[in-house]
């Protein structure tokens, strides 16, 4: 027979007296004192989950022979009603934000409606794009895609390739690498329509055909046309007809505000056409109103001791009436 340990010796033998013993084998402490006083915290927007280090470092270090060159960054960021598209780069102190737009400023464009989904995105980043080109003087060198196709436009040039149509002699495009921050990036990620607006709008942003909507991870294809549609709102005009003839009452709750702006399923294309032309008419940002606060305002004094004494035995008075009023009744 097999020898038990010495614990289960140590249990059998107290447990004609109804006791239970167990001797607890030797545990080391890990988390000593000395474990803790090296511990050292993470960076506080990573302990918040709100930046990826690994990722900005890669985005933000730039090689020692370009000297205090910045490298830009095209930052894409959803929120719950908009989208935001800002070229930034870094600084010792923090980011500097060289131009941004956001997709609340479309409904100057014609575009009131839908000012989050794949479309929308793609008129930020486009807004974006030649706001920027037009701040540093590159607006008429290099115009970008106007015709809007879903390809993917890049040259050779002096041994480097960009992603324009053409690359001046005297004057290299504007580079900018896409920072999405934490969110994933699937395929059809509304964060590269916004990046394939600022491509076509003129910028130098490094990417390729694999997450944009129509490619095919299996064939390895790229359908350029679905992604085409999907720039135009192909998607939610096929949605809006497939709701009007098999619930119009979910149409009704879902489009209400396409319904209201009298903004048709038939006409989504055109208008997406119309806004893309307006942008590149006029990019530059709309003036600000000066503030100027309401001075009318004035907040009520506090009631001293006395003054809320009095008012909480008013109410009480005027209870006790009421009461007296409904018993006599």
């Known amino acids: 027979?097999?020898?038990?340990?010495?614990?289960?010796?140590?249990?059998?033998?107290?447990?004609?007296?109804?006791?239970?013993?167990?001797?607890?084998?030797?545990?080391?402490?890990?988390?000593?004192?000395?474990?803790?006083?090296?511990?050292?915290?993470?960076?506080?927007?990573?302990?918040?989950?709100?930046?990826?280090?690994?990722?900005?470092?890669?985005?933000?270090?730039?090689?020692?022979?370009?000297?205090?060159?910045?490298?830009?960054?095209?930052?894409?960021?959803?929120?719950?009603?908009?989208v935001t598209c800002q070229i930034a780069y870094a600084m010792i102190d923090g980011d500097r934000i060289l131009c941004q737009a956001s997709s609340s400023e479309l409904p100057r464009y014609g575009l009131s409606v839908g000012l989050k989904n794949y479309a929308a995105a793609y008129c930020t980043g486009l807004l974006v794009a030649r706001r920027l080109l037009q701040k540093v003087g590159l607006d008429e060198v290099y115009e970008g895609n106007t015709e809007v196709d879903g390809n993917v436009v890049s040259t050779e040039y002096d041994k480097k390739k960009y992603y324009v149509d053409q690359v001046d002699d005297d004057k290299r495009p504007f580079r900018a690498l896409l920072d999405v921050g934490t969110k994933a990036t699937t395929t059809g990620c509304r964060i590269f329509g916004a990046m394939k607006g600022a491509a076509d709008g003129g910028l130098d942003v490094p990417h390729s055909e694999k997450r944009f909507p129509g490619y095919d991870r299996d064939t390895k294809e790229y359908d350029a046309?679905?992604?085409?549609?999907?720039?135009?709102?192909?998607?939610?005009?096929?949605?809006?007809?497939?709701?009007?003839?098999?619930?119009?009452?979910?149409?009704?709750?879902?489009?209400?505000?396409?319904?209201?702006?009298?903004?048709?399923?038939?006409?989504?294309?055109e208008l997406y056409e119309s806004v893309h032309e307006k942008?590149?008419?006029?990019?530059?940002?709309?003036?600000?109103?000066?503030f100027e606060p309401d001075k009318s305002f004035k907040r009520k004094a506090k009631l001293s001791y006395d003054e809320r004494k009095a008012r909480v035995q008013g109410k009480k008075d005027a209870k006790k009436a009421e009461l007296a009023a409904d018993d006599d009744e």
């Open 1 to 82: 027979t097999t020898r038990l340990p010495h614990y289960c010796d140590l249990a059998q033998s107290n447990h004609s007296f109804g006791l239970l013993y167990l001797t607890m084998p030797f545990v080391k402490v890990q988390k000593s004192r000395a474990y803790f006083s090296r511990y050292q915290v993470k960076f506080r927007r990573r302990r918040e989950g709100k930046t990826d280090y690994r990722q900005r470092k890669r985005l933000c270090a730039q090689d020692k022979n370009k000297y205090q060159s910045p490298k830009y960054r095209l930052v894409v960021r959803f929120s719950n009603t908009k």
């Open 225 to 269: 046309d679905m992604h085409r549609e999907r720039i135009f709102g192909g998607h939610v005009s096929e949605y809006m007809e497939y709701l009007e003839e098999e619930d119009n009452q979910k149409y009704q709750e879902h489009f209400a505000s396409y319904i209201k702006n009298e903004v048709a399923a038939d006409g989504l294309e």
């Open 279 to 290: 942008i590149r008419e006029d990019p530059s940002p709309s003036e600000k109103n000066d």
